[in-house]
């Protein structure tokens, strides 16, 4: 990844002492993207040994630029508590930055915190906001991000956040299914809900299913 980003910008490493040292000169800077980058090596401990603190450092400074990502894995780190105190209201504030900026993965994460509620430190959850919850997922499902369809298709079985719809939630489902998501397919093909769908509306739904997954791949390219 650093030799690729290392290569677009004019700088060749040849060892990997070298690669870090390129990408240290570019992060000190300013560059967002070199930050970010090298937060995240890191934060994997590739080419360098592992080291959160220092990840959190560079994740910050890119993120104070907007870099989204560094801005999502900011988040990962306050909700986690590795190289930072534990925050999790502090692990929200940056998923909502990287969400409002479109990052389906922060919408996704956004969206738990609202629709489980919020956790504390000790772990406990407050009472949340289930409808601010479903339209961050909603966002995030139409980029295609699994556990943002199989979360919208939970929502939609229960009535919980929006209206009861099990022809909704049979789409939701289905296309999580495709993209590859387990716990979809296996809610899926449940037959304590899916007796309340009639051939036809099964028919209907798969129809929709796979329209809306066209639609989806479509706003990929």
Same mark, same amino acid.
């Given at each position: ?8 910008? /004019?700088?060749?490493?040849?060892? %990997? ?6 990408? $240290?000169?570019?992060? #000190? !800077? ?6 970010? %980058?090298?937060? $995240? ?6 080419? @360098?040994?592992?080291?959160?603190? #220092?990840?959190?450092?560079? *994740?910050? !400074? ?15 780190? *306050? ?9 999790? +209201? ?20 956004? /969206?738990?915190? *609202?629709?489980?509620?919020? +956790?504390?430190?000790?772990?406990? &959850? ?5 409808? #601010?919850?479903?339209?961050?997922? &909603? ?34 489902? %289905? ?7 387990? +716990? ?17 509306? @099964?028919? %209907? ?10 639609? @989806?791949?479509?706003?990929? #390219?």
């Amino acid at each position: 990844m650093m030799r690729k980003i290392a290569r677009i910008f /004019g700088v060749v490493p040849q060892t %990997s002492s070298k690669n870090i040292a390129a990408l $240290r000169a570019w992060a #000190e !800077l300013g560059h967002a993207w070199a930050q970010y %980058s090298l937060g $995240r090596a890191y934060w994997k401990g590739e080419e @360098i040994d592992e080291d959160k603190r #220092e990840a959190e450092h560079w *994740y910050r !400074l890119a993120a104070e630029q907007g870099h989204t990502k560094a801005q999502l894995f900011l988040g990962v780190a *306050y909700d986690n508590g590795e190289g930072v105190t534990m925050d999790k +209201r502090e692990a929200a504030r940056w998923w909502r930055m990287a969400a409002e900026q479109g990052v389906a993965e922060a919408q996704t994460k956004l /969206g738990d915190t *609202y629709y489980f509620g919020e +956790r504390s430190d000790s772990g406990k &959850r407050s009472a949340g906001d289930k409808r #601010e919850g479903v339209r961050w997922y &909603r966002k995030a499902a139409a980029q295609g991000h699994m556990q943002a369809q199989t979360h919208l298709g939970f929502a939609y079985c229960y009535g919980i956040g929006v209206i009861m719809d099990k022809s909704e939630a049979y789409i939701w489902w %289905s296309i999580a299914k495709v993209n590859g998501n387990r +716990r979809a397919a296996k809610f899926l093909h449940e037959n304590n809900w899916r007796k309340h769908l009639s051939k036809n509306e @099964i028919c %209907s739904a798969q129809k929709e299913a796979a329209a809306r997954l066209e639609e @989806i791949e479509n706003r990929k #390219e």
